[in-house]
């Protein structure tokens, strides 16, 4: 990780999550995730649990230690757990028990709140859907999406002849948006007199830029995968460091 999140594993996180706005299935993989930028604290959940559309989170809450809270529904269609979670933010924000905090929702309701926790120079982090309000998405430091969380979809290679190929030989599907820009821009930054970057450098100015970049959004795990996708465009190497450690340096050709 690049040197500000030096500290990752001491921050105490918060992760609050509307559970009108999120999936149960993803649960264990949003607390992987959460817990990459810091220690798990409060795990809170909202919603109105006399309705059947939270019966999906019962069977979670105790495996994973989630507090479940009440929201009745005051009007009809109407999400009523934003209010509920907005309060219990602020107080968490106050209280000194937590100086991270983990927002679960595709809602842009959540804007001004992430963007709250940012200035109190608290760290946030927000788990939603690819159609989250961009809004939202800017409004934390960084962004996960959930597709990027479901195992990736394989599809069927067609032979010349237009059949299906046999099993076996599918293939994951390629991302359609190019990355190359955007790394760029990111490397523009992250730059050192020498024309180097640290790839970690390259990451955090990555998600400057967009809060919610993933390389797993373009068809690859991490970002040095990423890079090594651009051989055109990034020369990458590899500097043993006197603890051993291997650094990763990218270079524009």
Not at 5 to 21: P, S, T, V, Y
Not at 56 to 81: S, V
Not at 184 to 212: C, I, M, N, T
Request: with cysteine.
């Amino acid at each position: 990780m690049y040197d500000s999140d030096k500290h990752i594993g001491m921050r105490r996180l918060a992760m609050l999550i509307d559970g009108d706005n999120a999936q149960p299935s993803l649960i264990e993989k949003m607390l992987s995730e959460a817990s990459k930028y810091g220690t798990v604290t409060v795990r809170r959940i909202y919603g109105d649990w006399t309705t059947s559309n939270m019966d999906g989170w019962k069977d979670t809450l105790q495996t994973h230690a989630i507090q479940p809270i009440q929201q009745f529904r005051y009007t009809i269609g109407k999400n009523a757990t934003d209010s509920a979670m907005i309060i219990d933010a602020m107080d968490l924000l106050y209280s000194g028990t937590v100086d991270a905090f983990c927002l679960v929702s595709s809602d842009s309701d959540y804007t001004r709140l992430a963007m709250r926790i940012r200035e109190k120079g608290f760290f946030v982090m927000g788990i939603g859907q690819k159609k989250t309000p961009r809004a939202f998405v800017n409004a934390c430091d960084m962004f996960v999406y959930t597709e990027n969380l479901l195992p990736p979809k394989p599809i069927k290679k067609r032979s010349a002849r237009g059949k299906k190929e046999p099993a076996g030989t599918e293939s994951k599907e390629p991302a359609a948006m190019d990355a190359a820009p955007l790394l760029k821009q990111a490397f523009s930054y992250a730059v050192q007199e020498d024309g180097w970057a640290f790839l970690g450098a390259l990451g955090h100015h990555l998600r400057q830029l967009d809060p919610g970049f993933d390389a797993r959004s373009y068809g690859h795990s991490q970002l040095s995968s990423l890079i090594r996708a651009h051989p055109k465009l990034f020369e990458l190497k590899e500097v043993k460091g006197e603890d051993g450690n291997i650094a990763l340096y990218v270079k524009l050709k």
